[in-house]
């Protein structure tokens, strides 16, 4: 299910609709969470979401004490703001240094630093496909994965995400380029105080989880949020939705 809301955002910087959204993690006492397609626990029931389930909720959009969710495999639908953890008890990282194409983020002696890098891939790498919900042929998957950052069309004068260094709890991890390539992001600063997308990642960390959530600002249906959890030193899930609601 997908809701047609602010529609103005369409028209204005792309960076007023994605700073406006929330993250959090599911957690309800039975392990999961229904997810609905009206704000009413007698509404339909669309999808369930798992505890520790990463969510973006928009911040002002809310009836009877449910948030309208939009998830990985670009799910979407209404939770009980109840089941949503915003991220309580977690220490959120700090943005360290910032360049064209590279952020630094720490929290004393723990490290992130993203890398990306101009575009780079060959047009025959590409998919076109129907869009369920749409009747127009347009580029879906990058080497048979997914990929982020475009409205359905090639990636032409983008960045892409090439590697995360991460130093957490006295470990090293390595996220490279290939986990990582279908990943695509504007080449000019859209976010708020002229900062690269890649420098507005929210961080999160508590005992052996971190939590990297970028929300990244396409421009309309090419919003997306990348998510990736790593937890006792390796990458549990890496995620990405869209934003488009």
Excluded: C
Excluded at 15 to 35: E, P, R, T
């Amino acid at each position: 299910m997908k809701r047609i809301l602010l529609v103005a955002s369409l028209f204005i910087p792309s960076f007023s609709f994605a700073q406006s959204n929330h993250f959090g993690l599911i957690q309800d006492k039975d392990g999961y969470v229904n997810v609905r397609d009206q704000a009413s626990t007698k509404s339909k029931v669309v999808d369930k979401l798992n505890n520790g389930d990463v969510v973006s909720f928009v911040g002002d959009y809310a009836e009877n004490q449910f948030s309208y969710v939009l998830y990985a495999k670009n799910g979407s639908g209404y939770i009980h703001e109840s089941r949503i953890n915003k991220f309580k008890d977690f220490q959120k990282w700090k943005l360290q240094s910032s360049d064209m194409k590279s952020a630094g983020y720490s929290l004393g002696q723990n490290k992130v630093h993203v890398m990306t890098r101009k575009a780079q891939f060959n047009p025959s790498d590409f998919k076109q496909s129907v869009p369920k919900g749409q009747t127009e042929l347009v580029y879906t998957h990058y080497k048979n994965k997914p990929f982020y950052g475009t409205d359905g069309v090639l990636p032409t004068g983008r960045l892409q995400f090439s590697s995360m260094d991460i130093l957490y709890q006295g470990k090293n991890i390595h996220i490279p380029s290939q986990d990582l390539e279908n990943y695509f992001i504007f080449d000019t600063p859209l976010s708020k105080g002229s900062l690269q997308d890649f420098a507005n990642a929210e961080i999160y960390s508590k005992g052996q989880d971190l939590y990297i959530i970028n929300p990244l600002a396409g421009g309309g249906a090419a919003q997306y949020v990348l998510m990736i959890h790593i937890q006792n030193g390796k990458v549990v899930k890496i995620q990405a939705w869209n934003e488009s609601i």
